[in-house]
């Protein structure tokens, strides 16, 4: 069975500085892997996606992600954050064939001014 | 653009009160699920179902049942409500074609019971 490994509970980071969050998964099968965000009092949204190919994978909001498969790691960065990027971030990971999305327990990202 | 719509968006039960959440999307999608968010523990699959007719149990079912009549909805049933299931539930849906597993959320219903 698929599970996701979410590192950090919870990340401060200063306005314009780059972030990276963590995102561990583990599955017996290949696997498609996905950051989606949740901003405050709202639903989840899709950030970004990895089906095949190119293991870079750029979305919204200026966020990107590397799939690293020795490594099994998913994990999301941005360059430079914006208080708007304040929100909660999930990553989740679906194996081949199965229509099931598992879940992070999620990283909460605070923007300091 | 309507999308995934979930009613109520609150509602306070007492232990052993009965209700439904509802769920309903104009996508066409033929995948809809139904997770619950607790602190801390992420988003859990209650349910889902891959057509009309067609359910299945995800990691976290027992005190909830669903039926899928239409392709449209999805209701989320508590036959005997519990101050365990206080948690915030989101109704997720997708196409199954392409199997790329991307959701489509609704704004959640935020059940506390007592």
């Known amino acids: 069975a698929q599970s996701v490994t979410q590192l950090d509970s919870q990340v401060p980071v200063f306005e314009e500085a780059p972030v990276e969050l963590r995102c561990n998964y583990s599955?017996?099968?290949?696997?498609?892997l996905f950051w989606y965000v949740q901003y405050p009092n709202q639903g989840l949204q899709l950030l970004l996606k990895y089906l095949s190919g190119s293991t870079l994978v750029k979305g919204i909001n200026g966020f990107e992600a590397e799939f690293n498969k020795s490594q099994t790691s998913f994990h999301l960065r941005k360059p430079s954050v914006h208080i708007s990027d304040t929100a909660e971030y999930f990553c989740a990971v679906q194996d081949f064939g199965n229509e099931k999305l598992t879940f992070g327990t999620g990283t909460r990202l605070t923007i300091i001014p | 653009n309507a999308g995934v719509t979930q009613t109520p968006k609150f509602q306070v039960l007492k232990t052993g009160q009965s209700m439904t959440l509802q769920c309903a999307q104009d996508?066409?999608?033929?995948?809809m699920s139904w997770y619950r968010q607790d602190p801390g523990m992420g988003l859990r699959l209650i349910h889902y179902s891959v057509g009309a007719g067609i359910t299945d149990q995800g990691e976290v079912p027992n005190g909830y049942n669903v039926s899928r009549s239409t392709t449209e909805d999805f209701p989320l049933r508590l036959l005997s409500a519990a101050p365990s299931q206080t948690s915030v539930y989101f109704c997720?849906?997708?196409?199954?074609?392409?199997?790329?597993?991307?959701?489509?959320f609704g704004e959640g219903s935020r059940l506390t019971v007592l």
């Open positions: 599955s017996s099968v290949s696997v498609y």
């Open positions: 996508m066409n999608h033929e995948y």
């Open positions: 997720a849906s997708s196409w199954t074609g392409s199997n790329t597993g991307e959701l489509f």
